[in-house]
């Protein structure tokens, strides 16, 4: 059964730092990874997708790696602002039978003080 | 529509009524997921349907859950005898197609299911 690790379980940084999410999981027989930001009371939205043949991804600030043989993935948040507070959870798509669900980290609780 | 929309957002009962939630998924995405989001952990997986069949049900808890997607779009969770420890918040996603390619989730906004 695929299990997903995320540490640390909180982050509390001052505005401007570089930081580092990170994401394990135990079956590398993976799919693709998602990491995603869920804002209090609201839904998920996705930030960064990775396919298992990928090593990283990036979106503005924002970099994901993938090192599927190790089971980790680091998603880098470059000049913290204020606005990036929120849990960033991580995800990842199994292959085989399990094919269409995603597997979630238990998230990163993120606050950047001004 | 420009999202996965989910009716309604907030929904109080007492303990053993039945309650359906409803998800309508983005225009054209053949897969729809239901997951269910226990406070401080993340989604969990209960259900997913490639058109109008139930693909891979095995994270539905019990016999007293069950979902149907009938013409292939909107979906609908139904709990009956709804007990306190199905108090969550259930988040409907969904994506282009299960095979080949990127498809990535794109999630809802949730139903926040209280049981009193």
């Known amino acids: 059964k695929q299990e997903v690790t995320q540490i640390p379980a909180a982050l509390s940084v001052p505005e401007g730092e570089n930081l580092v999410l990170n994401c394990s999981f135990t079956?590398?027989?993976?799919?693709?990874l998602q990491w995603f930001r869920q804002d209090p009371g609201k839904g998920l939205t996705s930030l960064l997708l990775?396919?298992?043949?990928?090593r990283e991804q990036t979106s503005g600030r924002l970099n994901a790696s993938l090192d599927k043989s190790s089971g980790r993935s680091t998603l880098y948040i470059a000049a913290s602002q204020p606005g990036d507070s929120a849990t960033y959870l991580c995800a990842v798509r199994a292959g085989g039978t399990s094919y269409g669900k995603l597997t979630f980290g238990q998230g990163t609780i993120l606050t950047v003080h001004p | 529509g420009a999202g996965v929309s989910q009716t309604p957002s907030n929904k109080v009962t007492e303990k053993g009524k039945y309650v359906e939630l409803r998800c309508d998924p983005i225009s054209g995405h053949t897969a729809l997921y239901w997951y269910r989001q226990s406070l401080g952990q993340g989604p969990e997986f209960l259900i997913y349907?490639?058109?109008?069949?139930?693909?891979?049900d095995s994270g539905l808890p019990n016999d007293r859950f069950f979902a149907v997607r009938p013409e292939g779009s909107v979906s609908t969770l139904k709990i009956q005898r709804t007990e306190r420890g199905d108090s969550a918040v259930y988040l409907c996603?969904?994506?282009?197609?299960?095979?080949?390619?990127?498809?990535?989730?794109?999630f809802g906004p949730g139903t926040r299911l209280t049981v009193l």
């Open positions: 996603a969904s994506s282009l197609r299960i095979g080949g390619g990127i498809h990535e989730q794109f």
């Open positions: 349907f490639q058109g109008t069949g139930a693909a891979d």
């Open positions: 990775i396919q298992s043949s990928q």
């Open positions: 079956d590398s027989a993976i799919y693709n």
